[in-house]
C-alpha cells in the first residue's frame, strides 16, 4: 500500500477492514461466512485488490462489525469527530445521567 496520505479508498477499505476484524478477534473464513462472502473474497478487499463491493455486503459488513459505513472509509476510523447539539432541557438532562455515573458534579 502507499503512504497514507496517497491512499485511496479502495485502500483505506482494507486497511479499516482488516483491523475492526482483527480487533473483534474474528479470522476471514469465519468473518466471511457471517456477511455472506468467500474467504477469498474477504482476502481480496483486505488487500485491496476487490474492485466492485456491493453495498449490499458493505452493509453486511457494516452490521457484523458493528460499525458505520463512514467507519469504512476515513483515513482515521479511530480520531472520529462527534458534535452534539442540544437544548437547555436536553443539556439538564445530559448532566442527570452524568451524575448517575459521577462523570460530572
Excluded: W
Amino acid at each position: 500500500m502507499r503512504d497514507k496520505k496517497n491512499m485511496n479508498e479502495r485502500e483505506i477499505l482494507a486497511k479499516n477492514l482488516r483491523q475492526y476484524r482483527l480487533s473483534r478477534g474474528l479470522r476471514q473464513e469465519d468473518f466471511a461466512k457471517k456477511v455472506g462472502l468467500s474467504k477469498d473474497t474477504i482476502s481480496k478487499i483486505e488487500v485491496g485488490k476487490q474492485h466492485n463491493i456491493g453495498l449490499k455486503f458493505l452493509v453486511s459488513i457494516c452490521r457484523e462489525l458493528d460499525i458505520s459505513i463512514e467507519e469504512l472509509f476515513l483515513e482515521n476510523p479511530g480520531r472520529l469527530r462527534f458534535e452534539i447539539v442540544a437544548s437547555e432541557k436536553g443539556i439538564k438532562a445530559l448532566k442527570e445521567i452524568g451524575k448517575q455515573f459521577k462523570i460530572v458534579s
